[in-house]
């Protein structure tokens, strides 16, 4: 399999790693002349090249892993480029935008893909490619249509099993609805809390350590991609704020009654049992407190 990579950041380079560490011919693709010498001195790369056309045609795959504005244009760029019909894949973490937008296109041979690998990390560039990024992890899969769908399935299948991802179908509606729970939900939760953080910065800085730290870490996440998440996938995490405000208020609510039993089976998420002598000290504390 050849694989061309468009976009060498972090998922980028971690992809050409790992495909290049599974012996398959990596070409990439970047906008700066600098990128491409760092993916040659990483040793991620077999070519790579600023010109677009070089790095896309004849290959079996191009990966375009750039930020979510840059995707549809570029899935058309691609397609005016290609010489034979090819199977084309983005990885960006919203699919029902990308995919509308891309299917206004007359595509002539690019077979497009939407696919989402949930795997990153707050960090972007280069310089924070992560080994074995990918293993083990979803890689999800959403096809336009049955027609595509029998054309590329074994294919994308094949490539989830090169970087040892767990390869998983889902409509674009439901992949937006899930991530927005699981992963654009979290970013926003963190970027509260770092907000609120921020109120008294240099009075908590002094007492904040690893719990704080390891709570708002995807705070710290490129904004443009939080603000583009947040503009293309706006009614699933709408929900999910919303459905999370109703939760913070009733804590807040059981708090302020000393509500403490309830508070337990909330706070209990891993549904530990516990010991009778515990819930009495619960209850001891809920007379200290009435």
């Given at each position: ?46 070519e ?23 995707i ?57 490619l ?16 049955d027609e ?8 994308l ?6 970087i ?6 889902l ?32 009075e ?23 603000l ?16 999370t ?12 009654k ?33």
């Amino acid at each position: 399999m050849k694989v061309a990579v468009v976009g060498l950041g972090l998922i980028g380079s971690s992809l050409a790693l790992a495909l290049t560490q599974a012996q398959v011919v990596v070409k990439g693709y970047a906008r700066r002349q600098e990128t491409i010498d760092k993916a040659r001195a990483l040793h991620i790369l077999q070519e790579g090249s600023t010109s677009l056309q070089q790095i896309v045609t004849d290959v079996d795959l191009v990966v375009i892993a750039l930020p979510i504005e840059h995707i549809p244009s570029m899935v058309k760029q691609i397609d005016e480029l290609l010489i034979n019909e090819t199977l084309v894949i983005d990885v960006a973490s919203v699919k029902g935008y990308i995919m509308q937008a891309v299917s206004e296109y007359s595509l002539k041979k690019a077979l497009f893909v939407g696919a989402h690998p949930m795997a990153g990390s707050e960090h972007v560039g280069i310089d924070y490619l992560v080994k074995d990024l990918f293993l083990d992890k979803p890689f999800i899969v959403t096809y336009p249509s049955d027609e595509t769908k029998t054309k590329t399935q074994k294919q994308l299948q094949d490539f989830t099993q090169i970087i040892k991802a767990k390869y998983m179908e889902l409509s674009a509606e439901k992949h937006d609805q899930m991530v927005a729970a699981v992963s654009h939900l979290p970013y926003m939760v963190a970027i509260s809390l770092y907000n609120r953080y921020l109120l008294d910065a240099q009075e908590l800085a002094t007492v904040a350590s690893s719990g704080f730290r390891d709570t708002s870490r995807v705070a710290h996440s490129d904004p443009l991609w939080g603000l583009l998440v947040a503009a293309t996938n706006k009614e699933n995490i709408v929900k999910e704020l919303t459905n999370t405000i109703k939760i913070m208020e009733d804590i807040k609510n059981k708090i302020e009654k000393a509500d403490l039993l309830e508070l337990v089976k909330i706070f209990n998420v891993d549904k530990v049992p516990i010991e009778d002598s515990k819930i009495d000290l619960v209850k001891k504390l809920i007379n200290v407190y009435d």
